[in-house]
């Protein structure tokens, strides 16, 4: 029989900093949405190109994106948390990217994976976007052309970092506004 | 049917339009006058010669020929005997119309238009010849060779970064 303590287990997510007694734990409500919101993260793939084949592999079972909590792919934007936005963007989908945004509900996460979404990538020409930071803002870049699976897996968890820790109030926060207004999003 | 059959018949039926011939790799490729393409094409379609797959139109820009700097390119296909044959015609840059070959083969619609948003050829009488790939608000010819390689409106990549 193997004999683990229940902290070694990879599946089991700890509990975030306390105050623990007799039937209570006491810790901050940013902290416990946080850990919430990190270990559920719902992807919504917005695949165009060969990165995308590269995140299918990443959902797949050998590299199972589900352990950390995002195996519910979203296809619809409404209940999606993070986009994901791998391939190319040509000009034409730009406006589009940026509808499927919109549609998105706060609190919501964005990842440029590989360098066509990150930069525009070899794609130096009139037709492509020059990276979807020039439509939405984004989180988390991933480089590569395209990325490995543990590249992407290593992208999700800076997005999960970032989800954990910072304000479950980040919305209404002068410099979110600020940004979102930036780019022409209300 | 062999080339030569091809080019007596249409050096019959063209006559001066008929600007040009040659064959390189075996493709037989005339140059017509671009006031008689929609003839032509009418002509290779309708006639014995019988080229009734319009395989492709597309264009192409030589800044170094004065008043003839745009070409349409017409590729048709015999299916039959599997003969194929390419009809180009040139026109000036200042003034880019052809007649549009729409009346002879439906299919010419959206080949038409991709030519028009790349190469700015206006092809008279097409239905309906707006950009069909690129952005709407774009305002340039992209495929033209009037412009640098790269996007001009891009702000991320300098010179000292990429070693250009």
């Known amino acids: 029989m193997i004999d683990m303590e229940v902290k070694d287990k990879p599946t089991i997510v700890q509990a975030p900093e306390g105050e623990k007694g007799e039937g209570f734990f006491l810790t901050s409500m940013s902290a416990a949405v946080g850990l919430a919101r990190k270990n559920s993260l719902w992807p919504l793939p917005f695949a165009t190109s060969?990165?995308?084949?590269?995140?299918?592999?990443?959902?797949?079972?050998?590299?199972?994106?589900?352990?950390f909590g995002a195996e519910r792919v979203s296809f619809s934007a409404r209940q999606a948390d993070l986009l994901m936005v791998m391939g190319t963007i040509a000009k034409k989908m730009?406006?589009?990217?940026?509808?499927?945004?919109?549609?998105?509900?706060?609190?919501?996460?964005?990842?440029?994976?590989?360098?066509?979404?990150?930069?525009?990538?070899?794609?130096?020409?009139?037709?492509?976007?020059?990276?979807?930071?020039?439509v939405i803002p984004v989180d988390v870049y991933v480089p590569g052309c395209p990325p490995r699976p543990e590249q992407i897996i290593d992208g999700l968890m800076k997005?999960?970092?970032?989800?954990?820790?910072?304000s479950i109030?980040?919305?209404?926060?002068?410099?979110y506004k600020e940004l979102l207004a930036s780019y022409g999003i209300e | 049917m062999?080339?030569?059959?091809?080019?007596?018949?249409?050096?019959?039926?063209?006559?001066?339009?008929?600007?040009?011939?040659?064959?390189?790799?075996?493709?037989?490729?005339?140059?017509?006058?671009?006031?008689?393409?929609?003839?032509?094409?009418k002509h290779l379609k309708n006639s014995e010669l019988n080229f009734i797959f319009l395989t492709d139109i597309t264009g192409v820009h030589y800044p170094n020929y004065p008043q003839n700097e745009l070409c349409a390119v017409y590729h048709l296909h015999n299916l039959e005997k599997n003969i194929r044959i390419r009809v180009k015609a040139f026109m000036p840059i200042e003034n880019p119309t052809i007649d549009t070959a729409t009346t002879v083969f439906r299919t010419a619609n959206w080949m038409e238009r991709e030519t028009f948003d790349f190469f700015g050829i206006v092809f008279k009488g097409h239905p309906n010849l707006v950009r069909i790939l690129n952005i709407d608000e774009m305002d340039y010819f992209p495929m033209r060779k009037e412009y640098p390689l790269e996007d001009g409106t891009r702000t991320d990549k300098d010179d000292s970064m990429f070693g250009r």
């Open chain 2, 2 to 41: 062999t080339n030569e059959f091809v080019a007596e018949n249409l050096q019959a039926f063209l006559g001066d339009a008929l600007l040009h011939i040659e064959e390189p790799h075996g493709l037989l490729t005339i140059v017509v006058h671009r006031s008689r393409i929609t003839d032509v094409l």
């Open chain 1, 50 to 67: 060969c990165c995308g084949i590269e995140f299918m592999a990443t959902m797949g079972s050998h590299y199972d994106f589900a352990r």
């Open chain 1, 94 to 134: 730009a406006p589009v990217l940026k509808q499927v945004y919109t549609q998105m509900a706060e609190p919501r996460w964005v990842m440029a994976v590989g360098a066509c979404a990150s930069s525009g990538g070899i794609f130096d020409t009139y037709s492509v976007l020059q990276g979807i930071d020039k």
């Open chain 1, 169 to 175: 109030r980040r919305r209404y926060s002068p410099e």
């Open chain 1, 159 to 166: 997005i999960q970092e970032l989800v954990a820790n910072e």
